[in-house]
């Protein structure tokens, strides 16, 4: 992982702020392959979630699994980042590697 991928899932919305001024990739992945938006989704760290959209990462980015950040705000039961992802137009009915939707994630 990376420090701007620990600081997203931290929600440390400043320190984001600062690495990426500095040059940090807003499009590097971990090891798992995961965006930065995928790590900040899956902690529910809304306030890095809305400071990566203005800067217009992709929101329906896949990891190898197919997974987008809704897939796992949804699978990680961060209500708020559902509705946030979602209030941003990502894609509802985007299916991964195993086709399921985030309504199967949910259940």
Do not use: M, W
Request: contains cysteine; aromatic residues 2%.
């Amino acid at each position: 992982e990376t420090a701007l991928h620990l600081a997203a899932q931290l929600n440390k919305i400043e320190t984001v702020k600062f690495l990426i001024l500095k040059g940090a990739n807003i499009e590097s992945v971990d090891g798992d392959e995961n965006t930065i938006l995928h790590s900040a989704a899956f902690c529910g760290a809304n306030e890095v979630i809305e400071y990566l959209i203005e800067l217009k990462v992709e929101i329906d980015a896949q990891n190898p699994r197919g997974e987008t950040a809704l897939h796992l705000a949804v699978r990680t039961d961060r209500i708020a980042t559902v509705k946030l992802l979602i209030s941003k137009r990502a894609n509802i009915a985007s299916v991964d590697i195993l086709k399921n939707t985030i309504l199967h994630n949910a259940a």
